[in-house]
């Protein structure tokens, strides 16, 4: 490595007033790495900086330490998918296209954004660094997926029994709390498809969008071509 190649870029100084520009660079950089870091976890204030071409402790004029950047790294990533699966959703007619609709808007994000998905579900971050709370703005996620599946199973078709295949008192015990357990079940079937699909591209894997659909008929005992049709007109989010 040359000398030139060894030091690190320098950053001009933003004009009086403009601090704010230096904290996006700062969240944009964190952002980065931690999606590109072969182990992220080892991430530091110095790595950061080094990104910005700033020195470290113009950090703590914005952030008091690592795990306040890193936090808020997570929470801007969890709006972002928020927001992506609130809009495919958008317009959905009938809650099996909510479902449909949020389910592989989230798949699809999860797999087109391999580093950011990692960021959010990839663990492996210090509990010191990144306590379990930090990862609070998650549960709007699983919720949205649970309160979308308990409307679906809330509204079976005619023609099916919604009990069928179902214990004879199940209907009696239905709850909040089993809602949430078939939400939980479904998105750890999701999750499970976008780690195993990143993880293993390289297989030859059925068409992703048959794979969402096949996952949410097992999900809700409707017919995977219905499931189908509707989690192709959602919008793939970018």
Request: aromatic share 4%.
């Amino acid at each position: 490595m040359s000398s030139e190649e060894a030091v690190p870029r320098r950053r001009r100084r933003n004009p009086r007033g403009q601090g704010q520009v230096l904290k996006t660079e700062l969240v944009e950089a964190a952002a980065r790495l931690l999606a590109t870091l072969e182990r992220p976890e080892t991430l530091t204030l110095r790595q950061v900086a080094r990104e910005v071409g700033v020195a470290p402790a113009s950090i703590y004029g914005h952030f008091p330490d690592l795990g306040a950047l890193v936090q808020h790294v997570l929470r801007l990533r969890y709006d972002e998918l928020a927001a992506v699966m609130r809009t495919a959703a958008d317009g959905a007619e009938g809650p099996l296209a909510d479902l449909a609709a949020r389910c592989a808007a989230y798949v699809h994000w999860g797999v087109d954004h391999p580093g950011q998905y990692r960021t959010l579900f990839g663990g492996g971050m210090p509990d010191e660094l990144v306590p379990t709370n930090a990862h609070g703005a998650g549960e709007e996620l699983l919720g949205s997926v649970v309160a979308s599946l308990a409307r679906v199973q809330q509204d079976q078709p005619e023609h099916q029994d919604p009990h069928e295949h179902q214990d004879p008192h199940e209907q009696h015990r239905r709850g909040p709390e089993q809602e949430w357990q078939a939400g939980l079940l479904l998105w750890t079937a999701l999750h499970g498809l976008v780690a195993l699909y990143n993880a293993h591209g390289n297989m030859p894997w059925p068409d992703l969008t048959d794979l969402i659909a096949q996952t949410l008929a097992l999900h809700t005992g409707r017919p995977v071509d219905e499931i189908v049709q509707l989690a192709r007109t959602a919008d793939r989010p970018t």
